[in-house]
């Protein structure tokens, strides 16, 4: 299974493209995951009678706002195959790096433009190369 880090940017679209292509060639499953830190609005909203899933102005529920970027980009892959999608509550480091204990893959995308690992790949990516125990892909930023 090729697990794929998706927060909403350019560069996790890349890599959830990448993953796809890899898994035509391969026959492997991907797995897209967001994960996003539990917000105060859906604590709220929920409180107030507003089912907490519901989207709020200006922003979609992590779920939907996953499932339309996982239907954009797989209508990009010809032959791409069903995409699993994830969506939990927490920091997007330590989520990723657990779920990859049952990943035979890590795909993960990145914005980074610096010398500095940190800076250069990003506290995601960094964290994941550090403590993931699977294989890991990251996608670079394109350069232009």
């Known amino acids: 299974m090729i697990l794929v880090g998706v927060d909403g940017s350019p560069a996790s679209r890349k890599a959830l493209r990448w993953a796809l ?3 035509v060639r391969t026959g492997d499953r991907v797995e897209a995951m967001m994960a996003w830190l539990h917000e105060p609005e859906f604590v709220v909203a929920s409180s107030l009678g507003v089912h907490p899933h519901a989207d709020t102005p200006g922003r979609r529920h992590p779920a939907r706002e996953l499932h339309a970027i996982v239907s954009d980009v797989r209508a990009t892959v010809p032959d791409a195959p069903r995409v ?25 995308g990145t914005n980074g433009n610096s010398r500095l690992p940190e800076v250069l790949l990003g506290s995601v990516a960094t964290n994941c190369l550090r403590h993931a125990t699977c294989p890991i892909v990251v996608v670079p930023p394109d350069t232009r």
Request: hydrophobic share 50%.
């Open 21 to 23: 292509t890899q898994a």
């Open 84 to 108: 699993t999608e994830v969506t939990i509550i927490g920091d997007a480091a330590t989520t990723l790096t657990q779920a990859a204990r049952q990943a035979d893959l890590l795909v993960i």
